[in-house]
């Protein structure tokens, strides 16, 4: 997989029969699904109570305490608030 992309590389999805190999190579691959540990969910969900909305500053804040990435705080906050909006 390549790090710095965040996307695995084309061989590497054929290899598994990944999507592009079964439908068709058109640009990048899906990334890996990220495992949270019970630890980084624990503090993602206690900021959630306090605020449903983060700021650039409190996003990078919190990825770099949690070792995750900012793309990967700002979809858990997308995903939760939609998860919110469900259950309501």
């Known amino acids: 997989a390549d790090e710095s992309s965040g996307y695995e590389s ?3 999805g ?3 029969g990944g999507a592009a190999a ?3 190579s058109r640009g990048r691959q ?3 699904r990220t495992a949270f540990t019970s630890e980084q ?10 605020q449903k909305y983060l700021g650039a500053t409190e996003r990078r804040k919190l990825a770099a305490a ?3 990435s900012e793309i990967q705080i700002k979809t858990w906050f997308q995903n939760r608030r939609m998860k919110l909006k469900r259950q309501i």
């Open 41 to 50: 969910v624990c503090r993602l969900e206690k900021t959630f109570q306090r």
């Open 22 to 24: 079964a439908g068709g």
């Open 30 to 32: 899906r990334r890996a």
């Open 10 to 12: 084309e061989s590497a």
């Open 14 to 16: 054929a290899e598994r």
């Open 66 to 68: 949690l070792q995750l």
